[in-house]
Nanobody, 120 residues
Framework: EVQLVESGGGLVQAGGSLRVSCAAS????????IGWFRQAPGKEREGVSCISSSDGTTYYADSVKGRFTISSDNAKNTVYLQMNSLKPEDTALYYC?????????????WGQGTQVTVSS
């Protein structure tokens, strides 16, 4: 059974940091790219970052460049999103997803999400 389980969300003050994790199971992790997405109430889902598990290539949305860092621990089948200098506008439900092609193609599997709330 394919599973993506996010963890690490929480409440943090503006300027603070959080690290969210995405633990994957049930598929060949090295063959997939893992993306992080977020959705705030009343807004469309937004792609935040992505990493290719095979070669480590990373991508970031302009809104998080320089503040967020995505990384992968292939031995643990886990992808992390380190979020620094958080802003209230980063408040959202953060999801991870896996795609067997590339970061910009359709995603096959989705997690349930972890809530990140940034207070001003």
């Amino acid at each position: 059974e394919v599973q993506l389980v996010e963890s690490g969300g929480g409440l943090v003050q503006a300027g603070g940091s959080l690290r969210v994790s995405c633990a994957a199971s049930g598929f060949t992790f090295d063959d997939y790219a893992i993306g992080w997405f977020r959705q705030a109430p009343g807004k469309e889902r937004e792609g935040v970052s992505c990493i290719s598990s095979s070669d480590g290539t990373t991508y970031y949305a302009d809104s998080v460049k320089g503040r967020f860092t995505i990384s992968s621990d292939n031995a643990k089948n886990t992808v992390y999103l380190q979020m620094n200098s958080l802003k209230p506008e980063d408040t959202a439900l953060y999801y991870c997803a896996a795609t067997g092609t590339n970061c910009f193609d359709e995603y096959d599997y989705w997690g349930q999400g972890t809530q990140v709330t940034v207070s001003s």
